[in-house]
């Protein structure tokens, strides 16, 4: 299957235009060689007419022509490949023109009044072209005599005539093939510009902050782009309701779990209402947070455009840094500044938030992130010096609502969410050992 | 020290605010972003509690307000959007800290303090000047080992003076930042103050670590003397 408009549409035009001047060719061909035999008759049968008008028969019944009037040199010159002779009733030959040698062995003979073209092989490589014609010939006296006139050329000549012909008439359509090809390829190129524009535009888009497709396209594709550019605003503006929205349900779900919150410290309430009353906030709270978090998430979209990692790092390591400037902790960002990666600025900001943020939280003062790019994927690194995550602690942390019911709130999920959003792009997150001396969370997000 | 609360929900900002004045603060409270906005430009205040979600100019039209008109004192964000991209805006915009709903009032406490102190260049929730120590936790006082009782006023005056240790602190200033906007103020109850306070903090008077300069105010040393002649310029 051939997976290419242009090469679709050049291979049937390619198909289509040799068999057109294969076709061509074949009948340009057999047209002019049948002129040409023809006219090789006409001549034969001329000169057969002028060999008749000049013979005769003798007074004792010899048939002779007179050697002076033979109406072409060749037949004089010996061996030319012009011959004419005359055979009687039979079969022996009664008269020859002087160019003929030896005999010529005709396979058979015209009926009287009756013209006869054939091609009759002589001796192993020459073919001869011959035109037979039977008459009578009635003397004054009423002698009646049966005789066939044979005029024979050589073919060679009328060979290398028609090869020459087919050489030329084969060149010129080969040509004229090429020629048609070229222009059909540069056609496709003109034709198909839009769509290649289009393609161009598409890749463009990815690098735009702006989501849209610029210019006019041809009628034919024109309600494509028109199309994609309601669904990439609709695209961007749904994501961005949706995001709204959910921070509206949070906000009117959470200021009340606050006030709850601050009841529960009540130094009036029993102890047995105030800490089931904390345990089950807390617990609410981890719940909402995970699933507010998880529907927020964009996931992988089509025609994302590719972002800039560094800046969203270096936005949270300031935020971080001012966060945690109580324990004076350092957060060094040492992302290229070029590095750029098909993901939604919501999701990365998220997910390098919670985990930098866990890293600030556990780690004894220093933070680092780093970010490079292989062949296919994302790879970001966050590194602390506290203490690690230690043993077995890989797939029980990234676990949903694993220390959900934590003393210290709102730290159990941190690392799920982020596994959650790097499993929407297919990516994976692991813990290891930080070269710092403590934990190293390593992820993975693959750009297709 | 001197609060603001800036808070939509009126029960939220109750306990909030009940429990700032326990805490010894003077709070000036609101739920519009309107007025907010003003008492956050016009107030002499120490610290703003901040939520998010307000009703009007957003919390973070308030803060890059407020950054705006050069003052820098500590902005706490109160935020129920727990996603990052919310709380980096609100840092961003100039805020020092945040908070997500449902807190745990201790925390917020303990935010609150940390920021104050922050701001005034101290490392510790303890204070010290000399042997006078204050713990900003525990909100208590200690003159070496000795524990002193201070009525809650006392506290804010020491507190603040504290933590402006070494500057010159006027009596319009001390009365701002320790009275609520609408409270009944009278400057001569400062003086009343501060004279407790010598008595007990320095009952022997030698060596009277709150020094009066005539005309301008009150200053607390850093190290908790004043023996040699006052220096103005000192900061």
Known sequence: MINSLRARLLAATAVLLLAFIGLTGFALQTAVRDRAEQAEHDRLQGLSYALLGSADITDKGQFKLGQRVLPESNLSRPDSGLYAFVLNEKGSIVWHSPSLLGGLKMPSLPAVGQWQALRVARGKDQQLLTLSFGFRWVTDNGDDYRYTLVVAENSAAFVKQMQRFQGALWTMLSVSALILLIVELLILRWGLAPLRRLARNLSHLQSDDDRRLEGRYPDEIQPLVSNLNTMLANDQARLTRYRNALGDLAHSLKTPMAVLRGIAEDKNLPEDTRGPLRSQLAHMNDILDYQLQKAAAAGRRSLARPLAIAPVAEKLGRALTKVYAEQGTQISVGIDARLRAPIDEGDLTELLGTVMDNAAKYGRGQVVVDAERSRDALWLWIDDNGPGFGEGSNTALLERGVRADSTREGQGLGLAVAAEIVRSYNGDLHLVDSTLGGARVEIRIPDA | ?235
């Open chain 2, 1 to 235: 020290m001197r609060a603001l609360v800036i808070e939509d929900d009126v029960d939220l900002r109750e306990q909030i605010c009940t429990r700032l004045r326990q805490e010894g603060y003077a709070v000036d409270e609101t739920g519009e972003g309107e007025e907010g906005m003003f008492y956050a430009k016009e107030y002499p205040i120490d610290i703003a509690i901040i939520d998010l979600g307000l009703p009007g100019p957003t919390g973070l039209d308030i803060i890059a307000e407020v950054r705006e008109a050069g003052l820098d004192y500590p902005i706490l964000i109160l935020t129920a959007r727990s996603r990052w991209q919310d709380k980096v805006e609100g840092l961003e915009a100039g805020a020092d800290d945040y908070v997500v709903k449902p807190f745990q009032p201790e925390e917020l406490s303990a935010r609150i303090q940390a920021l104050l102190r922050r701001s005034r260049g101290w490392a510790q929730p303890r204070l010290e000047s000399g042997d006078i120590i204050v713990d900003t936790t525990r909100q208590e006082v200690f003159v070496g080992d000795q524990s002193i009782d201070l009525t809650a006023y006392e506290y804010r005056v020491l507190e603040y003076l504290m933590l402006h240790a070494g500057e010159v602190i006027s009596k319009t200033a001390l009365t701002e930042h320790i009275y609520e906007e609408n409270a009944e103020r009278d400057s001569n109850v400062i003086e009343v103050f501060v004279r407790r306070l010598r008595s007990k903090l320095d009952p022997d008077g030698t060596r009277k670590p709150i020094e009066t300069l005539r005309g301008r105010g009150y200053r607390l040393s850093r190290d908790g003397r004043n023996r040699r002649p006052a220096d103005a310029s000192s900061s």
